[in-house]
Every structure is written in C-alpha cells, then in structure tokens.
C-alpha cells in the first residue's frame, strides 16, 4: 500500500490506476470501515482509502482533539484489506489557508435530526468529500448507511452538482448484540458498554410495530425517548422519517427508516433501522 501525504502525490498515483473507488474515513478504523473497503474491491481496479480528521465538521467543545488516532494499526488493516492508495493529508495539505468556500446543503436536509444537535456539523462533511472527490477523482465512492444523514446528504450534493461519481451504500455492520460499530464505541466504560445495544433495541421495536401497522408515529418515537431515558440515556431523538428526505411521514407513506440519537454517560451514539 503506498501512502499519500500530498495532494499531488495522491493526483500521480491516480493518474495510472485505472477504475478507482474511493472510501473516506478519519481513521481509527473497526471493521465497519473495512467492510466498505472489502465492498469496494469489487467496483474498481484499485481502491483509495483516506484517514483525515476533519476540524471542519466538529463543533467547539466536540471531540476534535481527543478523536482517536491510531494511524499505525489503520495502516496494518487497510493493507490486510487490500487497499492500494492511503490519502493521509495534514490539515496544511488539507486546507493551506482557511476554507472560505463551502458546500452548504439545504436547511431541510441538513438542519433536521443530527443537524438540529449539531448545527454547521454537515457543512462541514460536504465541504471535505468534496474536496475529496476533486483531489481523488474517483468513479465511485462508499459510505456507510450507520451514518444516515451523511449518505442522504452526499448522495443528493452529487446528484445536484452533477460531480460523475457513483455513491454506493454500505450496511451497517453491528457487534453480535446489535451495537453498530462506531469508532466512538470506544469511549463507553464497561457498563455503558453493556447497555449499549438498548439503542438497536429500540430501533427494532418500532420498525417490527410499523411492519404490523402501527401508524402513531409520534407515539412510538415518545415510548422509545421514554425507554431510553429511564435507562440513564440523555436522547436527542428518535425519528420515524421517509428514507429518501428524511421528512417526516404520512400514514400512508412508505420506505420508511428509524433513526436514534442518544447519549450514554459522555458518548453520544448512533443508529438506524430502515423499514
């Protein structure tokens, strides 16, 4: 695998490697991410992965500084997977002076959900992967479907600028007691650890009630909310919304997905079900 700290070196190197497919990550990878890296082998002749924290996408007081960075060991399973390009910029590759242009998706797609609890949070991931898939012009990019919002809002930022990439979903991989993989997971103690997979718990339960009928949306969001919060979660939301917007839904919509956002001690985690 040969790694990339400059634009240009990544720019060469693409230049002679046929069909690529592009998978952005920030690093201190689970294997979640090397589903995607695995998945992506079978769209291209070579695959770029790229490790970069982004400082555009957190807020002051978020977890910036202390986000992990294992960039030796994502090193060791990118290669294990196959991986041929590592894009691994510095913030003055990234950003040589401060980024004045941005991609700002609209305040329906992006002020909703995670967007409400993080305001500015999805300009910053547009702004970056598009300046990612300039610098690596890829054929096809992959993106996790854990993260929901973010998939909605590339998918339709790609659609809309007309950028000839094609955005192909992975699925979320998940610990056998249904805990998404999250490079976050980490920070839970052990007992945060074990109540954990209440989140998917959740999840389940509504999306298992809308396939028997259920149709009280807001009712089923409450008692989840409700769950969760006797059980020391501090929820930001739990949303029944129509997967192609993430608009709320009438009772005669369909292609639905549940998604969740909750604290649990400092970790915020989260999490969706499509119906």
């Avoid at 298992?208 to 949306?217: E, K, M, Q, S, V």
Wanted: proline fraction near 6%.
């Amino acid at each position: 695998m040969l790694i990339h700290e400059t634009i240009s070196g990544l720019r060469a190197a693409r230049a002679t490697a046929g069909r690529v497919a592009l998978v952005p990550t920030m690093g201190n990878l689970h294997d979640g991410h090397i589903a995607l890296m695995t998945q992506a082998r079978a769209h291209a002749d070579q695959v770029i992965a790229t490790i970069f924290v982004n400082r555009l996408q957190f807020r002051p007081g978020e977890d910036f500084e202390k986000y992990p960075r294992t960039f030796a060991a994502d090193c060791a399973r990118m290669e294990a997977a196959g991986v041929e390009h590592l894009f691994a910029p510095g913030e003055a590759e990234m950003y040589p002076q401060p980024q004045s242009y941005h991609v700002e998706p609209p305040p329906e797609q992006a002020g909703v959900l995670d967007g409400e609890f993080r305001p500015g949070h999805f300009r910053g991931v547009a702004t970056v992967v598009m300046k990612l898939f300039q610098i690596a012009q890829a054929d096809v990019a992959l993106f996790g479907k854990k993260d929901y919002q973010q998939l909605m809002v590339i998918r339709n930022m790609v659609r809309e600028f007309a950028v000839p990439v094609e955005i192909i979903p992975g699925e979320t991989v998940r610990a056998a007691d249904g805990l998404a993989l999250s490079s976050r997971n980490g920070y839970l103690s052990a007992s945060e650890r074990a109540e954990a997979p209440r989140l998917y718990r959740e999840l389940t339960g509504i999306a298992a009630a809308i396939r028997d009928g259920a149709r009280n949306y807001p009712d089923l969001e409450a008692r989840a909310m409700n769950v969760l919060s006797m059980n020391a979660w501090a929820p930001d939301y739990v949303a029944v919304r129509k997967k192609h917007d993430l608009q709320s839904p009438s009772a005669a919509d369909s292609g639905l997905v549940v998604l969740a956002a909750a604290r649990l001690g400092s970790t915020r985690l989260i999490d969706n079900l499509e119906v």
